[in-house]
């Protein structure tokens, strides 16, 4: 059974810091893009960073750039997101999520991914 567990959620006042984990088991994702998203009540769910195979290649939203950091331990099987200076907008659930039709490069969106963690809630106090 292949799955993807996020731990590492909580309440944190604006400005502190969280780091997310997503352990895979089941299978191997360590040639594939893999990526943390989020989605906030009433939002769609939208892309927060992705990283390629080996994390050699990253990207980040925005609204993220400069205060999150992807990254991924492949002999590990697991995938990071360190989060600094948190913003009460930031408060929501964050998924994992692996793109198995691709590897070696990168994929960006949503619908690209075809495997998903059931997710933790990050909320940041104003």
């Known amino acids: 059974q292949v799955q993807l567990v996020e731990s590492g959620g909580g309440l944190v006042q604006t400005g502190g810091s969280l780091r997310l984990s997503c352990t895979t088991s089941?299978?191997?994702?360590?040639?594939?893009?893999m990526g943390w998203f989020r989605q906030a009540p009433g939002k769609e769910r939208e892309p927060v960073a992705t990283?390629?195979?080996?994390?050699?290649?990253?990207y980040y939203s925005d609204s993220v750039k400069g205060r999150f950091t992807i990254s991924r331990d492949n002999a590990k099987n697991t995938v990071y997101l360190q989060m600094n200076s948190l913003k009460p907008e930031d408060t929501a659930v964050y998924y994992c999520a692996a793109d198995t039709r691709l590897n070696y490069g990168m994929a960006y969106v949503a619908s690209e991914y075809n495997y998903w963690g059931q997710g933790t809630q990050v909320t940041v106090s104003s």
């Open positions: 089941g299978r191997t994702f360590s040639l594939n893009p």
């Open positions: 990283t390629n195979w080996n994390g050699g290649s990253t």
